[in-house]
């Protein structure tokens, strides 16, 4: 069974940046893919964005769009997430979580779709 741990996760600032780190253990890497998501306060788990299992085909939420960035080492079998020009409204627990059933270049988007999560990480911005 996949284990995620996250890690990353702080205070900052409006227009700060933060990298998150998800690494995976008791399992191929390789043949899941990896998202994010994030839920804020009173609110429901959202998609944040994806990465595929080969190949590095990403997809976005509109809402982090040009400003975050997945990436993975399946060597190191660790995902990231680059986030950048941080607001108040990223404000969130960040998770990463695990899709075994993606083909190759699939990029999943919706909860139900990831079958391991992880235990998720604050991120906290202040204006």
């Known amino acids: 069974q996949l284990q995620l741990v996250e890690s990353g996760g702080g205070l900052v600032q409006a227009g700060d940046s933060l990298r998150l780190s998800c690494e995976a253990s008791g399992g191929s890497f390789s043949s899941y893919a990896m998202g994010w998501f994030r839920q804020a306060p009173g609110k429901e788990r959202e998609f944040v964005a994806v990465?595929?299992?080969?190949?590095?085909?990403?997809y976005y939420a509109d809402s982090v769009k040009g400003r975050f960035i997945i990436s993975r080492d399946n060597a190191k079998n660790t995902v990231y997430m680059q986030m950048n020009s941080l607001k108040p409204e990223d404000t969130a627990v960040y998770y990463c979580a695990a899709a075994r059933g993606a083909s190759v270049l699939d990029r999943p988007r919706t909860s139900p779709e990831y079958d391991y999560w992880g235990q998720g990480t604050q991120v906290t911005v202040s204006s």
């Open positions: 990465i595929s299992r080969i190949g590095g085909r990403t």
